[in-house]
C-alpha cells in the first residue's frame, strides 16, 4: 500500500513539529514516522502512528522503509557520519521509488552555495547529490531555531558579560514555526527542484539580543565585541565550565560567518505558507525569557532535544590546527591531515585515557569509515580478482603483481566498485553504486589532500599516484554506470557536472605535479636498489597518464588544435603535446599476476628493466601516430 507521506527525525525537535501538524491535519493512514531507534515504535503506536524502522547506516534498512513511500522528509542526520548517511539515504530514496524527497537544510547563505560555515558543508554537498540523483526533491533551508540564540551568544543567566569576537545579524524562526511550514509546504506539494529558504522577514542583532534580556527580565548584561584572537585568548584563559577550547574556536567560526552577512538573508515564502506573519526573533526570544527568566539552551541540551544525541561523544570537533587553517577536519584521534602533515593533533589529548591502537601510517586519502556488507576479506578479494580478470585487461594502470594488502584503502574501495559490478550480480551491484557514492563524498571532503589545483604543490612534491588511480577509477565507473558501455567508454556520455569537476581537478593536478614530464618520473622513481621496482613505478604512471588520456577523450570534446577539453572549461585541457614520456612497455614483469612471479621477474632479468632516459623523439607527444595507437589499442605490446 502506498504511503503519502514518511516523516524521518520524527523523534528530534522539528520532526516532532512536523508529526504533530500532520497527527491533527492529516488522515493518519496517509501518514508514518520514522526513527533510527527501533524501541521507538511503541511511542509512536500508542499515538496510533505508523512507524518505521530505518538504520542510516544500513543501505537495505532505508530501502524498506522508504518502499512506496510518494513524499518523504529527509530531516538531516547529526552522526559523525552525516555524508555518509545522508549518502545513503539519497542512494535508497532512488532505488525505492520515492516520489519527491523535502530534505531540512540549514539556512547558512541564504539562497547561494557558498557558505564557508563548517555546519553548513555536509548540507551543500547534499543537495548536490540530490541534485545529481535525478530525484524530485526540495530543499528546505530552515532558519536559525530562536530556541537557540543563548548557543550562539555562548550565554548563561549568571553572566553579566556576554563576549563575542563579532556581532551581526540573524534571522532567528521559531522551530514550531518551522516544523508547521515545512508540514504545510509537504502538503501543498510543488516548488520541485528547487531550494526555498524559511525565515521571518526580520533580523537580530547579538546587541539587541543582549538589550531584550535586560528589558525582560531586569538584568544588566553588558555586550563586549573584541578581536577574534584576543576573544580565543580570553575564552581559554577565563573559562569556569572547563569547556575546551574548541568550543570557543566554533563560536568564533560561526561568528565569522554572521558578521559576513550569512544569516540575515530573509524571504516572504515562510509567511505565505503559514498563511501568517512568523514570530519575529525578538518576540520570539521575549517569549523565552518570559516563559522561563533563566532561559538557557546548551549545546549538549540543544543536540539533546533538537537532534536527538544523548552522546556528546557522538559529536565531531575539528583539530586545532584544522580549526587554525579553517580547513574540514575528519576527526580523529588524530586527524587524517595531522597525521598525513607528520604533526601533532589535538585530538589526541582527549583520547589519551583511552588506550588504542597505534594509528596507520599516513596515506593521502582515507575512505568513510561505513562500508558495504561486501567488504568481508574473502567478498573482497573475490572481487578484486573479478576487477584484475575483466577490468583490468582494457584497462591496466594497475600492475596487478605487487597488488597487496599494503595498498592504499581508496584504491581497493575502487577497484571493489568495479569488481563489483562486473561481477554482473544485482545485489553486488546494488552494493557497487553505495560504495560508489560513499567514496565519492569521502574523495570531494578531502580535496585538500590531493587536489594540487588549490594547494601549493610543485613537481618536486611526492606524487599520491595510489590517490589518484582511485579517482580515476571512481570516474571510469561513473561513465560505465551513467551508461557508457561496460568496459570501453565509447559512447562519449556526459559526466554528472561534479564528476566532471572531479576529472578537470585531477588533470590540472597533474599538469601542476609535473607528472605528463618524463624527466620528472624518472627523478621520482629511479632511485631503487633494485631496478625493476622502479621500473614498474614508472610504467604505473605512464599507463596512469594515458588511461587519463583516454577517459578526458570519452567525456570532453576533441580539438586538433588545442587538444581534449572537458565541456565547458579551458584550464582542464589536456592535450596530445602534454604526454611528454615514452609509450608504455610490456614484459614478465608487468604482466606478472602473482606476489612470486612479480618479484621473479624484478630480480631474474635486471638488464632488461634498467631505467634509460629515451631522446624527446621517443615521447609520444612527438608522434600523432602513437598517439593514436594507444589511445586507440591501449596499452601497446
Known sequence: MTLKYLITGATGGLGQQVLNYFVENVASCEFAAASSNANNKKLFEERRIAFRHVNYDDLHSLQTGFREVENLLFISTSSATRSEQHARVIMAAKTS?????????????????????????DHLLTERLLKESGLTFTSIREGIYAECFTVFLDWYPDRTTVTLPADGEVAYAQRAELGEATARIMIRGGYENQIVLFTPEETITAKEIVDIINETTGRQVKLNVIPREKYLQLSGADNPRGKPKEHFQMIATMWDEISAGSLLTTDPLMREILGRKPTTPQDAVKKLLKENRDYVDTLRRHMQNVHGVNDMSDIKHACTHCRKQKSRCQGGPPCNKCLRRGIHCSLERRAEPHPAEPPDPPRMLQPPPAQPEADDSDQESHYIGIYFNVFHPRWPFVHQGSFGNHEAPLLVKSMLVLGLWMSKQRKAQSKAIDLHNVLG????????AWDASIADATSTCKWPIST???????????????????????????????DADLLERLVISCKKLGMFYYPNILEHYSNSILPGFSWVSIEDVKRFNLALFKVCRAFGILDKEEGIIMPGTTSGRLRACDLQFPPPKNSPLWNAVTKDEWESAATADMDRHSIYDPLPQEWISNSADIVELVVTGFPLD
Open 97 to 121: 521509488g520515492v516520489k519527491h524527497v523535502w530534505y531540512t537544510s540549514l539556512a547558512f547563505g541564504g539562497f547561494t552555495d557558498d557558505s564557508k560555515a563548517p555546519v553548513q558543508q
Open 468 to 498: 589518484y588511480q582511485a579517482i580515476l577509477l571512481h570516474i571510469i565507473f561513473a561513465g560505465l554506470y551513467r551508461g557508457g558501455g561496460e568496459l570501453d567508454i565509447d559512447l562519449k556520455p556526459s559526466l554528472a557536472p561534479a
Open 441 to 448: 563524498l569521502a574523495i570531494r571532503q578531502q580535496t585538500d
